[in-house]
């Protein structure tokens, strides 16, 4: 299936690895040209030399830390032209209420919570004039699936699920659309940091966090790719009535019974 997307440029944070490695990789299959930005240097040069290696697209890299809005600035600045935006930066660190104090919520929500907002502020605001754009926001299925022991990423995904919908609810009007995607489960390091500290916390064995996946659909996590390849639809022309809406991807699993 073409996508349409040909020759468009994507930027996406959180880019380095995992989900925004992921989308950065199903989009410059499609002919897009990439940027890629995260924290780590060494990181996004390692992801961009995949991305050549693989697909004829123009790749860029740039290290920025989102949670510090003047990279936000930085980057409008250097690429107000971009035709998709995909939001993915951002681990909230996983705890109940009493293990995740102030300032560690709060930097935990700097990046991920403000930092989405804070690019979707810049970047709609360049795209609205023009009367196109995509924004996909990468979120959690942890917003819609409560979890107490994932308080501070709960209430942030749940807060940018709303964020989401009231944007692309309107965004329309000016020929930009909005959409949303919860990832479930998915393999990548944040994933198993979190499972070990479950294991610790329920098993008093880190090393035992594979045993954690068993109760999941199909019996293992998603893959990073399951989602960008979501993103990549999301952002073409073959999803063009999109938006205001959030697409769960996790086998099923807000549907279940508890799995962790």
Request: no cysteine.
């Amino acid at each position: 299936m073409d996508l349409n997307i040909r020759g468009r440029t994507a930027l996406i944070t959180g880019a380095s690895k995992g989900i925004g490695l992921a989308s950065a990789e199903s989009l410059a299959a499609e002919g897009v040209n990439v940027i890629l930005v995260s924290r780590t240097q060494a990181d996004l040069e390692n992801a961009a030399k995949k991305i050549k290696d693989r697909h004829q697209v123009r790749v860029e890299v740039r290290a920025l830390d989102i949670a510090d809005s003047r990279s936000v600035g930085i980057l409008a600045e250097a690429y107000p032209g971009i035709d998709i935006l995909v939001n993915n930066a951002g681990a909230i660190p996983g705890g109940h209420l009493l293990e995740i104090d102030e300032p560690r919520w709060r930097s935990a929500w700097d990046l991920k919570v403000f930092g989405y907002i804070n690019m979707t502020r810049a970047f709609f605001g360049l795209m609205k004039p023009r009367g196109h754009g995509v924004i996909v926001n990468v979120l959690g299925v942890a917003g819609e699936k409560m979890d107490f022991d994932y308080i501070a990423g709960s209430s942030g995904n749940a807060s940018l699920m709303a964020f989401t919908r009231a944007m692309g609810g309107r965004s329309v009007d000016s020929g930009v659309r909005i959409v949303g995607i919860n990832p479930g489960a998915i393999m990548t390091d944040r994933i198993v940091t979190m499972m070990r500290k479950r294991a610790q916390d329920r098993l008093g064995d880190a090393e035992r966090y594979k045993e954690l996946f068993k109760p999941l659909p199909f019996g293992r996590a998603g893959k990073p790719e399951e989602i960008g390849d979501m993103v990549a639809f999301l952002a073409s022309d073959r999803s063009a009535y999109t938006s205001g809406t959030i697409i769960t991807i996790d086998g099923g699993a807000a549907n279940r019974a508890p799995m962790f």
